[in-house]
């Protein structure tokens, strides 16, 4: 009978409670825990360590089957690498031995996938196509139109019930003149020039507001030179017709006294504004001193439309903030450059902001009563530097005020506002859209615009940078809670020449026409004073792309909540088409493969017209 070798043995408690010192290489076993111990002669069982697994730290096994869970304490390692991957990743990559090309995983599919689609991992392990919709700038249009040395004094605007814009700018022979123009796609198609009246040169700043009750479009304008009294200011409503405008008879809001005003004042930059305020009225803001001294007082009038007489009557100008002489206090004063109304979609009620005495920017709620009285609220402090320029629009989507400004560095930066019913406003935190590095502080060259009917519900910023020239930028902003998400910078047209200039409007369906133009020597395809306009296209369904969580390519059509296989990056998918052989391609936020990097995901080289050798993980 063979001999039968049994090492000493007990159950952990009792190794503990009777604690031996176990002679050198004696074995000692726990019964119950299945750890051994190994005798040094010297050291008693409690103080006595484990035995290990030696020097290499792992158990060199041949084949191993495990039954049930296999635990690690500590770190995991496969052949002396350790494994930094989660439990969650590690599930997601069962049964995939290498990412080499030719690599294939099989995933339940998260909506439908068509086969040679690229793919994104949801967290949840499924995997869903690429889609979206991209946000693009059309191509540049010419409108044949050339302006004057006043050029960056333009307005324009968008009437959503025909459809059309109308862009107010000083033709060559210093008339004022309106064009319609029409989106069509990713370009603007424009009418003949219509001139507003041919007694007219005075170049100042245009307002112009889109009254939709009474389908009239809402022009003022100044009708001698700045600097002289007895200067009128009027107002006119347009009626467009096609593609064409044509326009009522001028309604005087004001003369200028002896006493006229600077000429960087009187309605010169952004100061001369004008907002629809629903129910058929609109309101007129500008620097002016006709109606009280000799001082400069920013002031407000409500117009109604008279339709007998296709025109607007204006109230009283009634003082809002007053902006500098000997009686300035903290509700006015400063530059008086930059003011700007806007209608937030409560019917008798706009939002004003301007400078006050302390160069600060402040807004105020002005509410009309009766046919057409202005009354202000109490001023609101935006910011508490001094300001150079401002844009702000109303987000009807998110119900907030979005608003840009830069501070004394040129840095520009946004708060995004709320008003309560009460008229009570509370911000947002200031935070920064540009660090000011070049910035442009011109008055014109900030601009917010609400984007109406995209779904990602964004807004435009706009503004300037200048180095040698100026160079127009924008970036797309959407709300979350009380900030703003917003995209990387792109560029709207580069090397302008000094003084460079644009206005920007939303025209619906998640587009916005910009126009743009200087007021130097040409410079690049930019001919001096002429006018070009480009239609950004904004995502009407945002992307589900981001920079980390493309996969891979479908390798065969997988209906929804199915199981298909994935080639994931680094293999090899034949199931492209119309490739170019030896090009680079990228995959963009619509799930198309594009030779453009900029803004996609790269995607790997054609090596023939079918098949794309993937970029790896």
Same mark, same amino acid.
């Given at each position: ?23 050198? #290489? ?27 697994? #030696? ?8 084949? %191993? ?16 690498? $350790? ?28 909506? &439908?996938?068509?086969?040679?689609? %690229? ?12 889609? +979206? ?46 064009? *319609?123009?029409?989106? =069509? ?45 007895? $200067? ?9 017709? /096609? ?54 007082? =920013? ?15 204006? +109230? ?28 937030? /979609?409560? &019917? ?5 902001? =301007? ?10 709620? +002005? $509410?009309?009563? +009766? ?24 987000? %009807? ?30 911000? #947002? *935190? ?5 660090? /000011? ?5 011109? %008055?014109?060259?900030? @601009? ?28 797309? &902003? ?11 910078? @792109? ?8 003084? /460079?200039?644009?206005? @920007?409007?939303?025209? #619906? ?97 054609? *090596? ?10």
């Amino acid at each position: 009978m063979a001999d039968k070798i049994q090492i000493r043995r007990d159950s952990a408690s009792n190794w503990t409670s009777v604690n031996p010192t176990l002679v050198s #290489g004696e074995i000692g076993y726990e019964t119950d825990t299945q750890k051994l111990k190994i005798g040094n002669a010297t050291t008693a069982w409690t103080s006595l360590p484990y035995t290990t697994l #030696g020097a290499l730290g792992y158990a060199p096994l041949a084949s %191993p089957t495990f039954t049930g869970a296999v635990n690690a304490s500590g770190t995991l390692q496969i052949a002396g690498a $350790t494994i930094t991957s989660t439990a969650a990743e590690l599930n997601l990559l069962d049964g995939v031995t290498s990412l080499s090309p030719g690599q294939v995983k099989a995933f339940t599919a998260s909506g &439908a996938i068509a086969s040679g689609k %690229p793919v994104i991992l949801n967290t949840n392990g499924t995997v869903t196509q690429i889609s +979206g919709d991209l946000e693009s700038l059309g191509t540049q249009t010419d409108l044949t139109q050339t302006g004057n040395t006043a050029s960056q004094k333009t307005k324009l605007v968008y009437d959503p019930n025909s459809s059309k814009l109308v862009f107010f700018y000083w033709a060559a022979n210093s008339n004022p003149t309106a064009i *319609v123009g029409s989106v =069509s796609g990713t370009a603007v198609s424009w009418g003949t020039p219509v001139t507003i009246d041919s007694t007219t040169n005075s170049q100042a700043r245009f307002a112009a507001c889109v009254d939709t009750t009474n389908n009239k479009i809402v022009v003022h304008y100044r009708t001698g030179a700045n600097n002289t009294a007895g $200067t009128t200011d009027v107002a006119r409503a347009g009626t467009i017709s /096609g593609m064409s405008i044509s326009f009522g008879p001028a309604v005087t809001t004001g003369a200028y006294n002896s006493n006229a005003i600077n000429n960087v004042l009187k309605n010169e930059i952004i100061a001369h504004t004008m907002a629809f305020a629903g129910s058929g009225k609109v309101v007129i803001h500008d620097i002016r001193s006709t109606e009280y001294d000799s001082n400069d007082h =920013s002031l407000a009038a409500v117009g109604v439309y008279d339709s007998g007489n296709n025109r607007y009557n204006f +109230g009283t100008w009634a003082n809002t903030i007053k902006v500098s002489g000997s009686n300035a206090n903290d509700n006015g004063g400063g530059s008086g450059r930059y003011a700007l109304l806007v209608y937030y /979609g409560v &019917a008798g009620k706009v939002a004003l902001v =301007s400078a006050n005495s302390l160069n600060i920017n402040v807004i105020r709620i +002005g $509410t009309i009563s +009766g046919t057409n009285t202005l009354s202000w609220g109490d001023y609101v402090q935006v910011n508490y530097d001094t300001p150079m320029s401002i844009g702000m629009d109303w987000n %009807p989507d998110d119900s907030k005020m979005i608003i840009a400004y830069d501070d004394a560095n040129s840095k520009l930066n946004y708060r995004t506002m709320s008003i309560a019913a009460n008229d009570a406003m509370t911000f #947002g *935190v200031e935070a920064e859209v540009h660090d /000011g590095t070049n910035k442009h502080d011109f %008055p014109w060259t900030t @601009q917010v615009t609400y984007v109406t009917g995209s779904g990602n519900k964004a807004s435009v910023i706009g503004y300037a940078e200048d180095t040698t020239y100026d160079e127009h930028y924008y970036k797309t &902003a959407t709300i979350n809670g009380t900030a703003l998400t917003l995209s990387t910078q @792109q560029t709207l047209y580069a090397e302008l020449q000094e003084l /460079g200039w644009y206005e @920007q409007v939303s025209t #619906g369906g998640g587009k916005m026409v910009f126009i743009y133009g200087h007021s130097q020597t040409t410079k690049g395809t930019l001919v001096a004073d002429r006018f070009y306009s480009k239609v950004l296209t904004l995502a009407a369904t945002p992307t589900n792309l981001t920079a980390t969580n493309y996969l891979g390519i479908a390798q065969a059509a997988i209906a929804s909540s199915a199981t298909g296989d994935i080639m994931l990056k680094g293999g090899v998918s034949s199931k492209l088409s119309s490739l170019t052989i030896g090009s680079d391609y990228y995959v963009a936020p619509d799930g198309t493969f594009t030779t453009i990097a900029t803004n996609n995901q790269a995607a790997g080289k054609a *090596v023939s017209a079918t098949t794309l050798l993937m970029k790896g993980h």
